[in-house]
């Protein structure tokens, strides 16, 4: 499958963005989503991610009730809406698939898009 995010930008704290990642080449209901971000210096951070179905969603402690992440499987896209976002949100934000496990773990996926950047300014 492959997977093409956008809709990063800059934004003030406070606001509001949000991510698209559509996927194309498979029947993406047959995949789990994540989203993952990095920024300069650090490691890759789980941020959010999704079941199948949509029914099942996990998300790290320092989006949990800032960020929804949601899918449309008639899309082939699934979205990540940040609000009330903080400077320390800016980063390189990337989405990811895998047809076994709804993850945390990077690792874990096997397909990535490329990134879309995140500026969060104070």
């Known amino acids: 499958v492959q997977l093409q995010a956008s809709g990063g930008g800059l934004v003030q704290a406070g606001g509001s963005l949000r991510l698209s990642c559509a996927a194309s080449?498979?029947?993406?209901?047959?995949?789990?989503m994540g989203w993952f971000r990095q920024s300069p210096g650090k490691e890759r951070e789980f941020v959010a991610a999704i079941s199948r179905s949509g029914a099942g969603t996990h998300y790290a402690n320092s989006v949990k009730g800032r960020f929804t992440i949601s899918r449309d499987n008639a899309k082939n896209t699934v979205y990540l809406q940040m609000n009330s976002l903080k400077p320390e949100d800016t980063a390189v934000y990337c989405c990811a698939a895998d047809d076994q496990v709804v993850s945390t773990r990077s690792w874990e996926y096997d397909y990535w898009g490329q990134g879309t950047q995140v500026t969060v300014s104070s």
């Open positions: 080449g498979r029947t993406f209901s047959g995949y789990n």
